[in-house]
């Protein structure tokens, strides 16, 4: 029977970080079945899994099997509120930025396409969709950037 704290760890881990179980499989090389079966309990990792998990998250793999890190994180005396904590909400933060610069080259590209098809008189199939889709792609991109300008103005320098 799998550690029932390791896969309340993985499953509160893969939650607070905001990745699916299929965006964390990718990530650490596993199939999306895997990470299922681990956080319900049904089976128990291999070492090297083990390994790779606790790696992602930055943690020790004791930690992940024996802690109870969601009651941790609620614990004020367990965090430092200059340590840890300021870590992971600046790699979090840093995740965010570069997903945020991969959604500007994706919007650059579909812009490309339209203008392309536009220049070659060539219709693009599902017009009305794809502007949609462009639009609302742009909208949350300017949302993004707005963000992260407003965090990064009010932070401690």
């Given amino acids: ?6 896969a309340q760890n993985l499953k509160f881990l893969r939650k607070t970080y905001g990745l699916s179980q299929q965006k964390l499989a990718a ?11 681990y956080e319900a309990g049904i089976v128990e990792p291999r070492a090297v899994n083990y390994l790779k998990i606790a790696d992602f998250f930055d943690i020790s793999p004791s930690d992940l099997m024996q802690k109870d890190l969601a009651q941790a994180m609620m614990d004020s005396d367990a965090l430092d509120s200059n340590g840890v904590q300021a870590e992971q909400l600046s790699k979090a933060l840093q995740d965010f930025a570069h997903g945020t610069e991969d959604l500007q080259v994706i919007v650059e590209g579909f812009r490309e396409f339209y203008r392309m098809r536009e220049r070659n008189r060539r219709p693009v199939p599902h017009v009305d969709d794809f502007k949609n889709l462009l639009d609302i792609m742009e909208q949350l991109l300017t949302t993004n950037w707005l963000l992260l300008q407003q965090i990064t103005d009010h932070s401690p320098h």
């Fill in 1 to 6: 029977m799998a550690n029932s704290t390791f």
């Fill in 27 to 37: 990530k650490i090389g596993m199939k999306r079945n895997n990470i299922a079966s």
